[in-house]
């Protein structure tokens, strides 16, 4: 399996918490010092190996990326460059090209698609949840998951 990380944000959600050159994946939410990016990462990294993972952002924001992976010592991670930032569904095309052209011996990888700004508290879970999608998505194609809404 590989993991493809949504790290392009436009930094309009937590103004003024986050700005264009600061979005919110760069932010830190919780009291540990790291960014909800560098949450992402130190849960995906649990899980799939370092050489299979890829971040996806675009230009303007590779300097931060590369600052965040150094701190965390990722070296062997793959980072796409979008020229600009293109929202969600070319982010994953990219993604997806990539590993069908370049990456993947595997015609059978799989690939897991994680935006890097969410709030998820227990890694343990993420990982059951992760382990348990990446067996559904072998046997039958695309997952996807959320969480039940229980008020509007």
């Known amino acids: 399996m590989y993991a493809v990380i949504l790290a392009g944000g ?4 937590l103004w003024p918490l986050s700005r264009i050159q600061f ?6 939410l919780g009291n540990n010092s790291n960014s909800l990016f560098q949450e992402t990462m130190a ?14 952002t675009h230009r303007e ?10 701190e965390m010592g990722l070296k ?8 600009r930032s293109c929202n969600t ?5 990219l993604a997806a090209w990539y590993l069908a052209n370049i990456a993947a011996k595997d015609n059978d990888a799989i690939m897991a698609v994680l935006p890097s700004d ?5 890694g343990q879970d993420f990982a059951k949840i992760i382990s348990r999608a990446r067996r559904a ?10 969480i039940r809404s229980t008020y509007p």
């Open 10 to 13: 436009s930094g309009t959600r």
């Open 23 to 28: 979005p919110k994946q760069f932010i830190d």
């Open 43 to 56: 849960r995906v990294k649990a899980i799939v190996p370092e050489e299979r993972i890829v971040v996806v």
């Open 61 to 70: 924001q590779e300097d931060n990326i590369k600052r965040q992976l150094d």
């Open 76 to 83: 062997k991670i793959t980072l796409l460059k979008e020229a």
């Open 89 to 93: 569904a070319p982010a994953i095309g």
């Open 118 to 122: 969410h709030v998820i508290t227990s």
């Open 137 to 146: 998505a072998a046997d039958y194609g695309l997952v996807t998951f959320g």
